[in-house]
Every structure is written in structure tokens, then in C-alpha cells.
């Protein structure tokens, strides 16, 4: 399972394959990372230098954490694609095809401009998350969506 937990500063991502259920996020930053609940990760319960922190503690791979760099996320699932918006313009997609089955994530493109600031990952995500949710598959191929996704860093 592929989540994204967002707020207006950062996002932070949850790979369940990854997670080894080491609980060092629970104890970290209790409220934010609370198992059992529904969503299990709540930003709001917590400061962002805190979550920063033990997000990178994380000891799995199972958490990672970008900020935003006030670029928004969102899926266009009308295009098959996921967008990354800076205001009112778009710096990045990911494109995918939609069999009713499988998400197949063929192209992931960001603008170099805006490079090294992990909107490619938020973009995957989004489209991952949007699959799973609708009980899909998801097929990377596009050679970073195969990275992203792939089960052990
Ligand atoms: S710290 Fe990482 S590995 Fe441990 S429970 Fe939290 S997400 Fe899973």
C-alpha cells in the first residue's frame, strides 16, 4: 500500500511492503502516527520539525518526507495523469493507462527547473494511492516509477 499524507509544508509518504512495524514513528511522534486509526498518519497532530524527524528515523525505508515548495499535487483522473501545480501552471505529470484492472504508469516528467524536490515521488504516489483505493493494480513502467515503487531500496 502507497500513501501520501499532505499539509500545506510537506508530504509525507508510507510504503506498507516497507514497513517492518518497528513502531519508532509511534513513539517518535505519538498522535501524529497512531496505529489502528483511520488514517493512521494525521499531520495535524504535530509539529513539522517533529514529524520531519521522525519520519527520518524511520529505520525501514517504509516513511520518506519532502516539503512542498508550495507545489500542490492532484490527480486529473479525466487525463489519466497526475499533475504538479505551481500556482496555475503545471511543472510535472504522471501519465497512466487505466484498464479497469491495472495502473499502468508509462511517463513521469518534471520540469528540470524544479528537479531534486521529490514532486516526481508525490506524483507516482498520487496515482498509486488512486489505484489502490479503487482496488487496481499498479504496473510501473516508466523507469522511475519503477524505482519508486520498486519493494527494496
Ligand atoms: S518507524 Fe517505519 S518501520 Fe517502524 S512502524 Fe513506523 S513506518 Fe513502520
Same mark, same amino acid.
Given at each position: 500500500?502507497?500513501?501520501?499524507?499532505?499539509?500545506?509544508?510537506?508530504?509525507?509518504?508510507?510504503?506498507?511492503?516497507?514497513?517492518?512495524?518497528?513502531?519508532?514513528?509511534?513513539?517518535?511522534?505519538?498522535?501524529?502516527?497512531?496505529?489502528?486509526?483511520?488514517?493512521?498518519?494525521?499531520?495535524?497532530?504535530?509539529?513539522?520539525?517533529?514529524?520531519?524527524?521522525?519520519?527520518?528515523?524511520?529505520?525501514?525505508?517504509?516513511?520518506?518526507?519532502?516539503?512542498?515548495?508550495?507545489? =500542490?499535487?492532484?490527480?486529473?483522473?479525466?487525463?489519466?495523469?497526475?499533475?504538479?501545480?505551481?500556482?496555475?501552471?503545471?511543472?510535472?505529470?504522471?501519465? *497512466?493507462?487505466?484498464?479497469?484492472?491495472?495502473?499502468?504508469? *508509462?511517463?513521469?516528467?518534471?520540469?528540470?527547473?524544479?528537479?531534486?524536490?521529490?514532486?516526481?515521488?508525490?506524483?507516482?504516489?498520487?496515482?498509486?494511492?488512486?489505484?489502490?483505493?479503487? =482496488?487496481?493494480?499498479?504496473?510501473?513502467?516508466?523507469? *522511475?516509477?519503477?524505482?519508486?515503487?520498486?519493494? =527494496?531500496?
Amino acid at each position: 500500500m502507497h500513501r501520501l499524507y499532505e499539509n500545506d509544508d510537506i508530504t509525507v509518504f508510507w510504503d506498507s511492503d516497507k514497513c517492518f512495524h518497528a513502531k519508532r514513528c509511534v513513539t517518535g511522534c505519538p498522535g501524529v502516527f497512531e496505529f489502528g486509526r483511520r488514517p493512521w498518519i494525521d499531520l495535524s497532530r504535530g509539529k513539522n520539525p517533529d514529524i520531519w524527524q521522525t519520519v527520518k528515523k524511520c529505520p525501514s525505508g517504509a516513511l520518506d518526507i519532502v516539503y512542498n515548495h508550495d507545489v =500542490k499535487i492532484e490527480l486529473d483522473e479525466e487525463n489519466f495523469r497526475s499533475i504538479a501545480l505551481l500556482g496555475e501552471i503545471c511543472i510535472g505529470e504522471c501519465d *497512466y493507462r487505466d484498464d479497469g484492472k491495472d495502473f499502468t504508469i *508509462y511517463h513521469t516528467e518534471v520540469d528540470p527547473a524544479y528537479s531534486d524536490r521529490g514532486i516526481a515521488k508525490r506524483l507516482v504516489f498520487k496515482v498509486t494511492e488512486a489505484a489502490e483505493k479503487r =482496488k487496481c493494480g499498479v504496473i510501473p513502467v516508466c523507469s *522511475y516509477a519503477v524505482r519508486v515503487l520498486q519493494k =527494496k531500496e
